[in-house]
């Protein structure tokens, strides 16, 4: 209960932070980035959104939170626009369950992108199977009205829920994600291997560009590669970082 008055607060007084992780493609290209919460508490330090989001989540602070991530990845990808080596860069943005089912979700993004002035087809948006799956219909009808607009979606930590392949055929989907928990041993356990080569070869037979997270060692980078997965994240590359340093980064790996 502390943490959640401490999170009050957090929003308040300006404590949280956003930090980019790099994504790159085949050819070790920066095509962008996973917008990543951060919390600087004053007296605790930095505190991981593994920690706080599930309490943000649970109290609705999840909602103003959200919301403010989403106009600050809108606002970044407008500045971006004005960059010829960061224009064609996207930004990722984490989207919870309880955000997503808001009956004016798609009303807010809309209005992130209109105030900024961002290029709608920079930013995509993660949502885990978990939210994609309760209530499908709502779910297909909130992704077309945005997709309209040219806001794309990536299915985040794919794998770890149970999406039938039905409605992955059925969900307007761009990308999936390989959850990092399945990348980190694809090298020395078989079962990894195969689950990963199977999402990989699923995704590329529904049209879908396919992203592995948690990248952080050559063979796991050489392997993924080899078995045809498109874009990759993690440690290898780089960090989540303050926008500075993604910058700096993200022009280098042009
Ligand atoms: O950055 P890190 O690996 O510590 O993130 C931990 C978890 O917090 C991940 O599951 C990530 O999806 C989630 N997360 C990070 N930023 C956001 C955000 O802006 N919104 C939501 N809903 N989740 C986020
Ligand atoms: O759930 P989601 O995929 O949104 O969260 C990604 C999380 O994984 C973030 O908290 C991020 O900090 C973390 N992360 C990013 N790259 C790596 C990596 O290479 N290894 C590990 N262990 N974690 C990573
Ligand atoms: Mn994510
Ligand atoms: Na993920």
Known sequence: LHLENDLRQAIAGEQLRL???LQVDGQG???GAEVLLRWQHP???MVSPGEFIPLAEASDLILPIGLWVLQGACQQLHAWAQQPHLAALSIAVNVSAKQF????FVQQV???????????QRLKLELTESVVLEEVENTIEKMAQLRALGVRFSMDDFGTGYSSLQYLKRLPLDQ???EQGFVRDITNDSNDAAIVQ???????SLGLEVIAEGVETPAQHAFLSTHGCDLFQGYLFAKPQPIDQAERLL???H
């Open 198 to 204: 199977t999402i990989i070869a699923m995704g590329r």
């Open 110 to 120: 809309c209005q992130a992108i209109a105030t900024s002035g961002a290029p709608a």
């Open 101 to 104: 089912r808001q009956p004016d």
């Open 29 to 31: 290209r920066a095509c």
């Open 19 to 21: 930090f980019y992780q």
């Open 43 to 45: 007296q605790r330090g």
């Open 176 to 178: 999936l994600k390989i």
């Open 251 to 253: 022009q280098a790996w």
